[in-house]
């Protein structure tokens, strides 16, 4: 029976990957991998490093053209220098998700390219404050919720209506494993990130009708720029490794693939799913 479900995977995988879209003409060249999202095109905030690099890098790998973007042109111009050096489909604009004109740039780069968009992943993120929760100002709780919260959803909202042309889409929200291990000094950016498990739940419900499937990634500790200021913490480090089943730190690279498989066919029964990618499974 597995056999059969495994030929039956594969046949289907094969068919998709010869129907790729003129409008999506650009497909990559090194996606010799797989095709199983060939002919998508895919919105990706927050891509120029680290995870959502290399999210937009295993995406573009397996056969999507990929929209990159960040708030600074240089580091968007050296993302996709360096991934279409690598023989991959993708274009790039700045894109401050705070700023209400910045999104629809971002829609406008992808719809002239393609005229479709099917994925959209939401890796841009800001953390202004390191300190109790209550120690927060409004200032910095305002810029919190406004870009980690408000601007995944308001962005989508713009999104929708060429995903539902499309007869289907594909979601990806990214919260913290911070939501079920308290970390202090980061109060205010995970209470941002459970926001992110509701908003993944609520969307889902509604838009499962449509055929777009909305999920989240809880990740864990990743040796990024962004977390540098906690690995720099040897208190911190030492308490966490009384967690993790892999007593290492992630790389960007160890998510990529699992968002790749939530944006593809083999996902179309997938909606509405917190999914832990930290190196052990928290109790929740």
């Known amino acids: 029976m597995i056999s059969m479900f495994r030929a039956a995977s594969w046949a289907f995988k094969g068919l998709h990957c010869t129907s790729v879209l ?7 060249k090194t996606a010799d991998r797989s095709c199983t999202l060939a002919g998508k095109v895919a919105v990706i905030t927050g891509s120029t490093n680290g995870i959502g690099f290399a999210i937009a890098r295993r995406l573009a790998q397996d056969g999507a053209h990929v929209v990159v973007s960040s708030r600074k042109q240089q580091n968007v111009d050296r993302a996709e220098a360096a991934l279409q050096g690598e023989g991959l489909s993708v274009t790039g604009t700045v894109g401050h998700v705070g ?3 910045d999104p629809e740039r971002l829609v406008g780069k992808a719809l002239g390219h393609c005229r479709v968009v099917d994925i959209l992943v939401c890796m841009a993120g800001v953390n202004l ?7 927060s100002s409004e200032q910095v709780w305002d810029k919190i919720l406004n870009v980690n919260v408000k601007a995944p959803a308001l962005l989508l909202s713009q999104l929708l209506p060429y995903m539902e042309n499309r007869g289907n889409g594909s979601v990806v929200l990214v919260s913290s494993i911070g939501v079920y291990i308290t970390e202090p000094k980061l109060g205010a950016y995970n209470v941002s990130k459970t926001a992110i498990l509701g908003l993944t739940k609520t969307l889902a419900g509604e838009l499962a009708p449509k055929n777009i499937r909305v999920n989240c990634l809880v990740l864990g500790d990743i040796d990024t720029t962004f977390s540098q200021v906690l690995f720099e913490d040897p208190v911190f480090w ?8 892999i007593q290492r730190v992630g790389k960007p690279e ?10 593809s066919p083999d996902a179309s029964y997938i909606p ?3 999914t832990v990618v930290a190196g052990f499974s928290p109790h929740r």
């Open 99 to 101: 700023k209400a004109e």
């Open 272 to 274: 509405g799913e917190n």
């Open 254 to 263: 160890d998510r990529s693939g699992l968002v790749s498989l939530l944006c």
């Open 238 to 245: 030492n308490h966490m490794k009384a967690f993790h089943g």
């Open 129 to 135: 404050y390191v300190g109790s929760t209550l120690g």
């Open 22 to 28: 003129l409008s999506a003409r650009m497909s990559s």
